[in-house]
């Protein structure tokens, strides 16, 4: 059962707060948002396709949706854009709401296999199959799309995301080949094995980095040419504000992700924007851009 | 003494928050935010003109930053756009913090003369004339600009706002002929005195509704012919959401100041949005062109 908790308009989209039951994190119920373009009111033949984005730490549903500025390229473009919340809310496990880099807010978008998250940390599953199926049921492809369509009758997907949001991005797209037309990111943990963020997480989460690092970096995900050939993106997008101090730290990485990349064929554009820093304003600044990058491969036949 | 608590680039302009001790606001500290456009680092003999956003009930200075998508167009204007807060902050009278629609968050751009508020909320002063001070103090116009402009060394000054903030600009706009180039409002409250907002607040900070009416009431200004005269405004804008819940509930009442206005033959553009409701997405929608209709009147010689 889904309800939407709220509506209102914004560059002619609708945007709804939407909250459900989940059964991929325990029961418990989830909250996100979505960005309906006025396209999708009036779809004959053409699909609107299907953009994820994913938040970074602390974050829920909202601050992109009220931040990022992204519906005015939603309508230009006619894409529907799904945001979900970062984390299960109200686990009840002990200590989950001490850090702001681990636990509520925090999910890193993996399946936790440690014994106190396992129930109800599972953000992978619930973004790469718990929440296409909500979203497939709110808006169903038209019978008259799904008769004309070469091939599948569900929408196009891309994916892309913010800080650990991009590497979630990043992970569910390199994870799952030929579910998403392209990836990209602003400012992504992209390489989290080598940092403190993502080695906290997946010690926390997996039990062990190695066990994170085997299955949730992207840096070393997209190192197999096997899977980024089964992948078939042209290139890679990554935003990367030169300011960031996030960075600069050592939290980011994403010359290690692009090194991983070339090393098996796969293509990053990476572009460093000088001046900028990691907040939404950041953001933003470039989300058209990526709107637009992804359009163009979601409305490519 | 001002202090800038904060920087960071968006769409190529600066958005910082400042800090600085405030004389109109009975010495308390008091933070605003400023938008500054690329062009404003290279003025030559080309004044950069300056725009004032008033915000709404329950605001600081942030929701209009982070919420409202305006650094597009300021950079694309070349418009200096300055943002205050809502209310003085820690003025510690009794009971300011209990109410969303009065005290603290919603100072209603009137000088109190009640006893205990008359030290500290005096957001009408602070607004047209520190506030103007401190930010020619920050952003002094280059000796070039200074020794060509034919009258004044001053930056060109528009003023535009949302809800109380609308009733703010147009009542600063109203009671200061030539100060401001143009006015324009998002959902204001037009008519403060025959509303429960603002009676609520002439009669808290004011003594009574009747005071309120004489002196900050935009309907009730905007009924005097030679002061409209004197402003010389070719039109005012107001954009006002055709689903707004304040409209339907009597707080706003722009039919009553556009009545009074053509009574005293000031042309107002007012146009219903249909769809839009009282929030930021509908800012965020429309802001565009508010900045450019300013931008308009601002850069005319």
Not at 44 to 58: A, D, F, R, V
Not at 235 to 249: M, R, S, V
Request: hydrophobic share 40%; glycine share 8%.
């Amino acid at each position: 059962m889904v309800s939407v908790l709220s509506k209102t308009l914004c560059f002619g989209c609708e945007v709804q707060q939407v909250e459900h039951e989940s059964a991929a994190l325990g029961g418990l119920k989830a909250v996100f948002s979505v960005i309906v373009p006025p396209c999708l009111r009036s779809e004959g033949e053409t699909i609107t396709p299907l953009l994820y984005y994913l938040s970074g730490l602390t974050c829920t549903d909202q601050n992109f949706i009220q931040k990022a500025g992204a519906c005015r390229a939603a309508a230009q473009h006619g894409v529907l854009i799904v945001a979900p919340d970062t984390s299960p809310r109200g686990a009840g496990v002990p200590g989950e709401d001490d850090a702001y880099d681990f636990g509520t807010g925090a999910g890193f978008y993996v399946n936790a296999t440690a014994e106190a998250y396992r129930k109800h940390y599972r953000m992978y599953d619930y973004v790469t199959r718990e929440l296409p199926q909500v979203v497939h049921e709110m808006f169903p492809v038209p019978a008259a799309a799904a008769a004309a369509a070469a091939s599948s009758p569900k929408r196009p997907s891309s994916i892309f995301g913010h800080s650990m949001g991009g590497h979630g991005a990043l992970v569910c797209a390199l994870r799952n080949p030929g579910v998403y037309r392209s990836v990209s990111a602003f400012a992504p943990i992209a390489h989290p094995s080598a940092c403190p963020w993502g080695q906290k997480a997946f010690q926390g989460y997996l039990g062990s980095v190695e066990a994170g690092r085997a299955e949730y970096d992207a840096t070393e995900l997209v190192r197999d040419a096997q899977r980024v050939r089964q992948c078939g993106w042209d290139t890679i997008l990554i935003d990367q504000g030169a300011e960031d101090n996030f960075l600069h730290a050592g939290q980011l990485r994403p010359e290690d992700f692009v090194q991983a990349a070339e090393s098996a064929g796969q293509s990053v554009t990476l572009r460093y924007q000088p001046g900028y820093d990691h907040s939404y304003f950041f953001i933003q600044t470039f989300v058209d851009a990526h709107i637009a990058f992804h359009a163009k491969r979601l409305h490519a036949q």
